[in-house]
Nanobody, 124 residues
């Protein structure tokens, strides 16, 4: 079983920064992709950023391009999401996920291992 544990959420003012971390168990069990997703109250979960385990290509939602950066440290088995120039509309619960993904990498339905989430709140 793949285990993912997020940390780093919090409350910031608009324009501020946060860095989320996700500790990923060594056993990624057939997963080939790691991603960050978010869900605001009353809204559907949406993909934020993703990265393939076997490469360096990264993928971002249009709403976060140029502001968020996904990265991973293979030695530490950790996935990161650096979030800069935060906006109130970025407020959500953020989740990291792993999956054997074929297709659109920001489609949350393609991921089958999830963390418990970390809350990000951005005030104006």
């Amino acid at each position: 079983q793949v285990q993912l544990v997020e940390s780093g959420g919090g409350s910031v003012q608009a324009g501020g920064s946060l860095k989320l971390s996700c500790a990923v168990s060594r056993n990624t069990y057939r997963s080939n992709c790691l991603g960050w997703f978010r869900q605001a109250p009353g809204k559907e979960r949406e993909g934020v950023a993703a990265i393939y385990l076997g490469g360096t290509m990264t993928y971002y939602a249009d709403s976060v391009k140029g502001r968020f950066t996904i990265s991973r440290d293979n030695d530490k088995n950790t996935l990161y999401l650096q979030m800069d120039s935060l906006k109130p509309e970025d407020t959500a619960m953020y989740y990291c996920a792993a999956g054997r993904v074929r297709g659109y990498v920001l489609n949350y339905a393609l991921y089958n291992h999830w963390g418990q989430g970390t809350q990000v709140t951005v005030s104006s």
